[in-house]
């Protein structure tokens, strides 16, 4: 696609159920980023993924958040049993690895989804 | 610990005015320096940014961030605002290129006509 899409845009839910976030980054970038951004906290890192590579989730606040990426392009991120404070804007980001872009001027910047946002009550 | 600051939660100019929106980092190694701006329930925008070379780094919509190395600032920086210029603005640093984003608190822009 053009950008970098989200899904669901929206996502209402009741405390203790789990929910999953899709993120589809923009074809042909191998390094993909969930932030989120709540009220309290502004933007967070929370995991990062780059080609085959182990994920860096040093970001991921609490063993109920976990994401995968499948055949190294759509991304998910499922936050097991949810929790009022989850509540925030979750996105997504994707970018060239530094070593291959395409022109010095793509190199190193993310491209960001409109995000998802998520109310939990 | 690494981090970014951005100490105005918001900057108020007036049309055709210059606006500057201060940042300031603080990281081991080599700093990858960027500017976002984020409209209402948009994504982030990628503005400019700063690996090495010129200090003085111009961007999108005609913004512009000078790097100061010995203050270990990065402000953004236009000569003359513009409404539509109103907007969340994100400064960001990828501390060493490590992939990830340390994102300042955002700073509020309002320029009033």
């Given at each position: ?25 923009i074809?042909?970038h191998t390094a993909l980023y ?59 980001a994707s970018s060239y690895p530094a070593?291959?872009s395409?022109?010095?001027?793509a190199?190193n910047i993310q491209y ?10 | ?98 992939g ?14």
């Amino acid at each position: 696609g053009a950008g970098v899409s989200q899904s669901p845009s929206n996502k209402v839910t009741e405390k203790g159920k789990d929910v999953e976030l899709r993120c589809d980054p923009i074809s042909g970038h191998t390094a993909l980023y969930w932030y989120r951004q709540s009220l309290g906290q502004g933007l967070e890192f929370l995991i990062y993924f780059q080609g085959n590579s182990a994920p860096d989730k040093s970001g991921l606040p609490s063993d109920r958040f976990s994401a995968e990426r499948t055949g190294g392009s759509v991304s998910t991120l499922t936050i097991q049993r949810t929790q009022q404070e989850d509540s925030a804007v979750y996105l997504c980001a994707s970018s060239y690895p530094a070593a291959s872009s395409p022109s010095s001027l793509a190199k190193n910047i993310q491209y960001f989804g409109a995000g998802t946002r998520l109310s939990v009550l | 610990a690494q981090s970014v600051a951005q100490p105005e939660d918001q900057v108020n100019v007036a049309e055709g005015n210059p606006l500057t929106v201060k940042c300031t980092y603080s990281v081991s190694g080599n700093p990858y320096l960027f500017w976002y701006v984020q409209y209402p329930n948009r994504g982030l925008q990628f503005l400019l940014k700063y690996i090495t070379g010129d200090n003085l780094v111009k961007g999108s919509y005609g913004f512009e961030a000078e790097f100061n190395k010995s203050q270990t600032s990065f402000h953004l920086k236009k000569p003359s605002a513009l409404v539509s210029d109103s907007a969340l603005y994100f400064c960001a640093v990828s501390p060493s290129n490590t992939g990830k984003l340390i994102f300042g608190q955002g700073t509020t822009l309002q320029v009033k006509p």
